[in-house]
């Protein structure tokens, strides 16, 4: 419990680094130019295949008849354009941890393992290939279990808690892989990762948490669909800000855990007051 509080902490007084403020934007401005390509190609052929299938099978009468006993007969209007937006969410999101796994990760890997944790030699356990491979099937994984629960953006409270989890299990295996690929050799990775499942999951998940406030920007219904460009650009830079500080938070605590698994120290207790210090200088 003292290196989950003790990293957290330290991870949001370095997200108030100017350096660290400054690797959310590349992440943040290549995604945008990516999804306005994207959604000026993509989104109208979506809603017109969306449209279509809607119609041939009939569902408008049995939906519009479900979202009118959930007091939302509203939406009914804009289903379709919501529902191809939230097919596209997850792309947003996988589109926003590539781009922060490539360009931002290893930055802030060498700052605070640098400035932090010099004592700590480097076994390139991991590998660019590896950190793909994860990040593709873990997301696969996640697209499928998105899609599988996309109802339950009728009942947002426990939208919330789903894809908290949903987010926190992701965000856990891809960045757990990615904070230890340089430092930690495969055993030790594994070792790290099995001692300390648990907490790194709840990090992630209390990720998720965060990471699920820009998911809420698609829950406005007619003014969501209005403002979409807009919505789509505030979200992709929440979730850049979201996964930055995700990032600080795990190479924190993994360092601290794998620099605690070579000198046999116990997984958890004082954190050493010798790398305690933060503050931005």
């Known amino acids: ?34 999804w306005a390509v994207c959604l000026w190609l993509g989104l109208q052929p979506i ?6 299938y809607f ?14 006993w959930f007091g939302m007969a509203t939406l009914k209007t804009v289903l379709v354009p919501l529902l191809a937006m939230w097919t596209l969410l997850p792309l947003m999101i996988l589109t926003a941890l590539v781009f922060v796994g490539l360009f931002t990760i290893p930055a802030i890997s060498r700052h605070i393992g640098a400035r932090h944790y010099p004592m700590l030699s480097k076994r390139h356990g991991g590998s ?16 499928i279990l998105w899609l599988a629960t996309i109802w339950v953006f009728l009942i947002p409270p426990l939208a919330f808690v789903i894809h908290s989890l949903l987010w926190g299990w992701l965000t856990y295996r891809v960045m757990a892989y990615d ?13 790290v990762l099995r001692l300390h499942r648990w907490p790194l999951l709840a990090v992630g998940t209390i990720a998720g948490a965060l990471g699920a406030a820009p998911t809420l920007l698609w829950l406005g219904g ?21 996964f930055v500080f995700t990032a600080l938070w795990f190479q924190f605590y993994c360092l601290e855990a794998l620099l605690r698994y070579r000198s046999g120290q116990p997984p958890d207790g004082p954190v050493d007051g010798a790398v305690i210090d933060v503050a931005p200088r």
């Open 222 to 242: 007619v003014l969501s669909v209005v403002f979409l460009p807009v919505l789509a650009g505030v979200a992709i830079w929440l979730y850049v800000l979201v």
């Open 47 to 52: 809603i017109d295949w969306l449209q279509a």
């Open 179 to 191: 904070t230890l690929a340089d430092y930690a050799s495969s055993e030790e990775r594994h070792a």
């Open 1 to 34: 419990m003292r290196i989950f509080l003790a990293s957290f902490g330290r991870a949001l007084l370095a997200q108030l680094h100017i350096r660290m403020l400054w690797l959310t934007v590349l992440p943040f401005l290549v995604s945008l130019a990516l």
């Open 55 to 68: 119609v041939t099978n009939s569902m408008f009468g049995e939906i519009g008849s479900m979202l009118a």
């Open 128 to 143: 660019v290939a590896g950190s793909l491979w994860t990040s593709l099937w873990c997301f696969a994984v996640f697209t």
